[in-house]
């Protein structure tokens, strides 16, 4: 098990940009594929984009591509996520979810079966 606490949601105008962190502790953290899911208000939980465990390798919902970058540093236990270009329907709880030895194309599709997550922190993007 690895213990995830993401920061620095906040509140940002239509094209603005944002970036979120995720510290992990606990387990071996380079072992850990790790995604980032959101979800606004009345809507289910969706992918928004994942980085395999040495961040070789990335992947992205369709939604955000081109906009959105995750990144990783192993030696700090930390995922980001740089987010530009912000939407007002970005505007959603973002949590970082983390599984062992899955790739990123994997993490899209197993929402239900992560078994690492963190709080969440919310990000509001008004236009």
């Known amino acids: 098990q690895v213990q995830l606490v993401e920061s620095g949601g906040g509140l940002v105008q239509a094209g603005g940009s944002l970036s979120v962190s995720c510290a992990a502790s606990?387990?071996?953290?380079?072992?850990?594929?790790v995604g980032w899911f959101r979800q606004a208000p009345g809507k289910e939980r969706e992918f928004v984009a994942a980085?395999?465990?040495?961040?070789?390798?990335?992947n992205y919902a369709d939604s955000v591509k081109g906009r959105f970058t995750i990144s990783r540093d192993n030696a700090k236990n930390t995922v980001y996520l740089q987010m530009n270009s912000l939407k007002p329907e970005d505007t959603a709880v973002y949590y970082c979810?983390?599984?062992?030895?899955?790739?990123?194309?994997?993490?899209?599709?197993?929402?239900?079966?992560?078994?690492?997550w963190g709080q969440g922190t919310q990000v509001t993007v008004s236009s």
């Open positions: 606990g387990r071996t953290f380079s072992n850990y594929a």
């Open positions: 980085i395999s465990r040495s961040g070789g390798s990335t």
């Open positions: 979810a983390a599984h062992p030895f899955v790739s990123a194309q994997t993490m899209a599709i197993m929402t239900g079966r992560i078994n690492n």
